[in-house]
């Protein structure tokens, strides 16, 4: 069985699926690889316009496997550290991706999966989700993911969870920025991100993805802003979709 599966529609809707439901979608060397591989290569491709990522029975993800993580202690440094990079660039994958990534989140998202969780542009989860940066309580820090759950939910924050190793509920994570959506609908709710979505132009909704995180590594905005509008503005997409709505139609990326 793979660690993952993938699947597309006509629309260019392809939900990624984590495929290890009995433990709990827990990632080993498999996972990380098809999942690296397959955010990689759907982002490259033009007829994909959004990616919904979600897990497969009970929760969606319980972090690292444990077996996976013995196997490693078990390794030299340079092992350790071979595998600690394929990690997070499996992470760095899907946070740069191009396309859109909704999360959809079930169950529990610990340690890493709270990772994956920030690393998703849109997340929405069901009301009895349970979510914690435990790794402190196996005696190991959430190093790999640090950059992005810090990015999405900021440095106070970051010292409470990461530090505690505290559970805390979806109602919480909506309150500190991990999550957007709190549903119990979670597919109806996902569908309704995912027609938001497809009525945007994919070049802009890419440039702007490539724009925000672009923002948060610069002091002097001004000069990148003006240059990002000027080209999206004189760009194919930007002119249809000024024309469209000048001429009261629909531009040519919706379907």
């Not at 191009?98 to 989860?125: E, R, S, T």
Request: proline share 3%; net charge negative; aromatic share 4%.
């Amino acid at each position: 069985m793979n660690d993952i599966t993938v699947e597309a529609d006509e629309r260019g809707v392809v939900r990624v699926i984590l495929n290890r439901p009995a433990v709990h979608n827990a990632f080993n060397e498999g996972m990380i690889g098809e999942l690296t591989d397959a955010f990689a290569d759907l982002g490259k491709q033009d007829g994909v316009r959004i990616i919904v990522l979600a897990g497969n029975g009970a929760n969606f993800s319980a972090g690292a496997d444990l077996n996976w993580m013995k196997r490693a202690a078990e390794q030299d440094e340079y092992a350790n550290r071979e595998d600690a990079l394929a990690l997070a660039k499996m992470f760095d994958t899907l946070n740069t991706c191009p396309k859109p990534v909704v999360g959809l989140i079930q169950g529990a998202a610990l340690g890493g999966g709270v990772g994956l969780v920030a690393c998703c542009d849109v997340v929405i989860a069901q009301p009895e989700v349970s979510f914690g940066l435990t790794e402190v309580r196996l005696g190991l820090i959430p190093a790999v993911i640090s950059p992005f759950v810090i990015a999405k939910v900021g440095q106070s924050t970051a010292r409470r969870y990461m530090l505690t190793g505290e559970h805390f509920t979806a109602a919480e994570a909506l309150r500190i920025g991990l999550i957007h959506e709190v549903a119990s609908a979670l597919e109806a709710e996902g569908a309704k991100v995912v027609e938001a979505l497809l009525a945007g132009g994919p070049e802009a909704i890419a440039d702007a993805k490539d724009l925000i995180g672009d923002i948060s590594k610069m002091d002097d905005r001004s000069d990148l802003t003006a240059h990002r509008i000027a080209t999206r503005r004189a760009s194919d997409e930007g002119r249809e979709g000024i024309a469209a709505f000048l001429e009261r139609r629909k531009p040519n990326w919706t379907v």
